[in-house]
């Protein structure tokens, strides 16, 4: 007799909790219907505590032999040629009644505008076995098929029809679409579940509530004990019983933000202001310039004047959308002249315009436009540069949280349509062209403003590979045959060694032309090697703004000694190449030189700067 009278006990003061304290003037009856009927859905079912998958892992056709069983991230795509599959395992224990729903619950860390289809397999395979080579096929019709994933949502596939009793069972993502979706695996931030609901036919009698009457002027209520436990993320179970199955609330899509697992690479968030910041040996501070270099910059002079009056004047529209916007650039300008001056005025101005940049790219009607990683690509580093230089989190912390959620996910997010490059994290990870470049200085950018080290450290191995050491591109990155992919303009006759090619090119002469330091997917823009011309050119120094913020980001960290010299002076032998060619450079790179001349001691040939993607202003931050 005890149990049942604990069991109806905690469902009263639960419901109580949920109802509220029943007081003078509310209806007898009403409130009893409502109680009794909140509880008769208690005994209609209840569902297993969620079960967590044993194994999962997926598998990629281009590299066949390869096994990613310990990696946080599932994939599906249907690229010809380049499939990917996910396989997840799970062993069902505890059941002893009839199963009346069974939920396969998957969290989309990348979304994709075609979801793939479920299949169960052969139970067959191990986590650190499993590779294209070796996977099971599927043992049955598609159980079902999903549209458009959101990322940062949950997914729930029906396998009611499968999960039958106690028993291990394996299921396979699979799709025909060539748009790369991301899911959290078991090593990730947010686990697969199978989630089973049983039949229940237990019947619970509860003594009549004891309500208050409309007449009597002092209410009776069960009061909840005083160690409630408030909600967290993770399921709580209510109503615990010996004897019966527990009811399980679960979080909400929204409960769960993914995190990137600590490196010992440290790298800080957000830096302070100019006044507050301190820095011995220019590498600490701010993430792009320390207080003590930023303080000793003139505040007279051409290129001062040049940059205090793109600070003071309009900066235009925001729209990550578009890819030739000076918006980001202008916003740096005010940024930089606020922490030079303390101008509360541009400050506010700088909060308003990173706000606006992001509320131009933080709907999914917004991620529609072909050119949307490079248009992005271009922007979104100098705006968490530009945040950084404020302080925003110390400004105005409701801005910066809204601006750090948005950065947290838009690295991911599928924000255009072109055939190819829709994400920038896999932009960035794919191929060595200026898209890619672009798409990489952002992602680091973001992910230094996010203290996202994990993500720094990989960003760090891809930018190395694309200068020069093949062996350290993540195996599991999106390339092909071990190293990135080719653009649709490769000329092979500009590597060095096609077979094993890099991203810049390492000492080498062809047809007597000394072609060490070429970045080979943008030279190959203006045709077969071995001088330099057209669209080569200029696409060759879009590529370096790129790499040169990406290189200076890294720099700026202080974790990874000076990424200026690898791959022997990479960037530097780039540069020396076109200026054998005859120099030419491009108007929005004209910051460059400047770079470069600081960081090498070079006296390449520099102009004025103003007109930069995603950096410029280098004449005022770098004249000597």
């Known amino acids: 007799m005890y149990k049942p009278i604990s069991r109806t006990i905690s469902l009263i003061m639960a419901f109580t909790l949920t109802l509220g304290t029943f007081s003078t003037g509310y209806a007898k009856s009403k409130s009893a219907e409502l109680l009794t009927n909140k509880i008769a859905q208690l005994n209609v079912s209840a569902s297993l505590p969620p079960v967590a998958p044993e194994a999962d892992g997926r598998v990629r056709e281009a590299s066949p032999n390869a096994n990613y069983g310990a990696d946080a991230a599932l994939n599906v795509d249907g690229d010809a040629g380049a499939n990917v599959e996910s396989y997840i395992r799970f062993t069902v224990t505890g059941i002893s009644g009839t199963v009346s729903n069974a939920q396969l619950r998957l969290y989309v860390t990348d979304g994709t505008y075609n979801g793939p289809a479920l299949y169960t397999t052969a139970n067959t395979w191990t ?131 993914p995190t990137a ?17 301190t820095s011995s040996n220019g590498t600490s501070g701010s993430m792009w310039i320390s207080s003590s270099e930023l303080m000793s910059l003139p505040t007279s002079g051409t290129s001062w004047d040049k940059i205090r009056t793109a600070a003071y004047g309009s900066w235009g529209t925001a729209d990550l959308k578009d890819q030739n916007n000076k918006h980001a650039i202008n916003t740096l300008a005010g940024a930089l002249v606020y922490a030079r001056t303390g101008d509360a005025a541009l400050r506010s101005k700088v909060r308003d315009a990173v706000l606006a940049a992001k509320r131009s790219l933080d ?214 190449f076109i200026q054998r060619n005859g120099w030419t450079v491009a108007s929005p790179a004209t910051y460059v030189p400047w770079m470069a001349n600081a960081r090498y001691g070079t006296s390449y040939t520099t102009t004025t700067s103003g007109n930069g993607r995603i950096m410029s202003w280098g004449d005022w931050l770098y004249k000597k």
């Open 127 to 257: 986590e650190t076995g499993l590779s294209w080579s070796n996977r099971p096929a599927r043992t049955s019709a598609a159980l079902q098929d999903k549209g458009a994933l959101a990322v940062s949502t949950w997914v729930d596939y029906d396998v009611t029809t499968v999960i039958k009793g106690n028993g291990t069972y394996s299921f396979v993502l699979a799709t025909d679409g060539t748009d790369l979706l991301g899911l959290s695996s078991r090593e990730g931030s947010a686990a697969p579940q199978l989630v089973v609901t049983l039949a229940d036919t237990t019947t619970t009698t509860l003594p009549t509530p004891t309500l208050q009457s409309i007449a009597s002027p002092s209410p009776t209520s069960i009061q909840p004990p005083s160690t409630l436990v408030a909600p967290t993320a993770t399921p709580i179970t209510v109503l615990p019983s010996p004897t019966a199955t527990s009811v399980i609330i679960f979080p909400t899509a929204t409960a769960i933000k």
């Open 261 to 277: 697992t600590p490196t010992t690479v440290l790298v800080k968030p957000t830096a302070t202001t100019a006044s507050q910041n």
């Open 363 to 576: 709907e999914s009607a917004e991620w529609q436009t072909t050119n949307g990683v490079l248009a992005a690509g271009r922007q979104i580093g100098a705006y968490a540069i530009a945040a950084d230089l404020i302080n925003l989190k110390s400004y105005d912390a409701g801005a910066d949280n809204e601006f750090r959620t948005w950065l947290g996910t838009i690295r991911t997010t599928n924000i255009g349509t072109h055939s190819r490059w829709k994400s920038i994290r896999y932009t960035c990870e794919n191929a060595t062209g200026n898209w890619n470049a672009f798409a990489c200085a952002s992602r680091i950018a973001a992910s230094i403003y996010l203290g996202d080290s994990a993500d720094v450290q990989r960003s760090s191995l891809i930018i190395r590979a694309l200068l020069g050491e093949r062996s350290v591109y993540p195996s599991d990155a999106p390339g092909k045959n071990g190293y990135f992919e080719h653009t649709a303009g490769y000329q092979s006759s500009w590597a060095c060694n096609d077979p094993i090619w890099t991203g810049d090119n390492p000492t080498c002469v062809k047809s007597g032309v000394n072609i060490d330091g070429v970045l080979v997917e943008d030279a190959s823009r203006g045709g077969g090697c071995c001088v330099l011309q057209g669209d080569g050119i200029m696409y060759s120094w879009e590529a370096l703004q790129g790499i040169f913020v990406s290189v200076e980001l890294l720099y700026r960290t202080g974790s990874y000694g000076n990424p200026y010299t690898w791959s022997n002076n990479a960037l530097k032998r780039s540069l020396d």
